[in-house]
Nanobody
């Protein structure tokens, strides 16, 4: 059983930065593709960024490309999301997700098997 625990959320002013972490336990991180999703109040959960098992392939939502960076340290079993130039519209609960390694980084929630409990990110204007 894989367990994911997010941390690093909080309140930040527009233009600021945050780094989210996702600690993975139960299985070796290097066998999983990883992703970050987010869900704002009244909206569906949406893909933010994803990384292949090796970290060599990444994928980003258009809304965050150039501002957010996903990275992973397989030795530490941890995935990160560096968020820069934050905007009020980035306010959401951010979730870490895992799925078995695939040929491409998938972007739909249904393709991910394991989820964390989420961490709140609030960006004030």
């Amino acid at each position: 059983q894989v367990q994911l625990v997010e941390s690093g959320g909080g309140l930040v002013q527009a233009g600021g930065s945050l780094r989210l972490s996702c600690a993975v336990s139960g299985r070796t991180l290097s066998t999983y593709d990883m992703a970050w999703f987010r869900q704002a109040p009244g909206k569906e959960r949406e893909f933010v960024a994803g990384s292949s098992w090796s970290g060599r392939s990444t994928n980003y939502a258009r809304s965050v490309k150039g501002r957010f960076t996903i990275s992973r340290d397989n030795a530490k079993n941890t995935v990160y999301l560096q968020m820069n130039s934050l905007r009020p519209e980035d306010t959401a609960v951010y979730y870490c997700a895992a799925t078995g390694a695939k040929t491409i980084v998938v972007v739909t929630t249904q393709r991910y098997d394991y989820w964390g409990q989420g961490t709140q990110v609030t960006v004030s204007s």
